[in-house]
């Protein structure tokens, strides 16, 4: 491969990569509570009527009852999310 093959390679290579880059969003510093979205066995904690205490034992699929949490203002944009208070941590 000739310098100029080489040099083109190279900067498709970095354009590749500064494109991928910018594909992934930043961290969220603020998260919400998400009821009516979480898949069977894929829920984040205890059921919101208090069927149970613990991540992972959703029932079924989309229930009003299962949250998981998802970066804020993303819950209203998904079929079905419903935006939960988050209760604060116990001390």
Same mark, same amino acid.
């Given at each position: 491969?000739n310098k100029?093959? *080489?040099?083109?390679? @190279? *900067?498709?290579? =970095?354009? =590749?990569? +500064? *494109? +991928? @880059?910018? %594909? #992934?969003?930043?961290?969220? $510093? &603020?998260? &919400?509570?998400? %009821?009516?979205? %979480? ?7 205890? %059921? *919101? ?5 613990? =991540?992972?034992? @959703? ?6 009852? &299962?949250? #998981? ?13 419903? #935006? $939960?208070?988050?209760?604060? @941590? $116990?001390?």
């Amino acid at each position: 491969m000739n310098k100029k093959h *080489l040099l083109t390679a @190279a *900067l498709i290579g =970095a354009g =590749a990569v +500064s *494109l +991928s @880059a910018q %594909a #992934v969003p930043d961290q969220p $510093k &603020e998260w &919400e509570k998400c %009821a009516g979205v %979480a898949k069977k066995g894929k829920n984040d904690c205890g %059921a *919101l009527d208090g069927s149970h205490k613990c =991540a992972g034992q @959703a029932k079924d699929h989309n229930m009003d009852t &299962e949250w #998981v949490y998802v970066p804020k203002g993303t819950c209203d944009k998904l079929t079905g999310g419903m #935006v $939960k208070k988050v209760k604060p @941590a $116990k001390k």
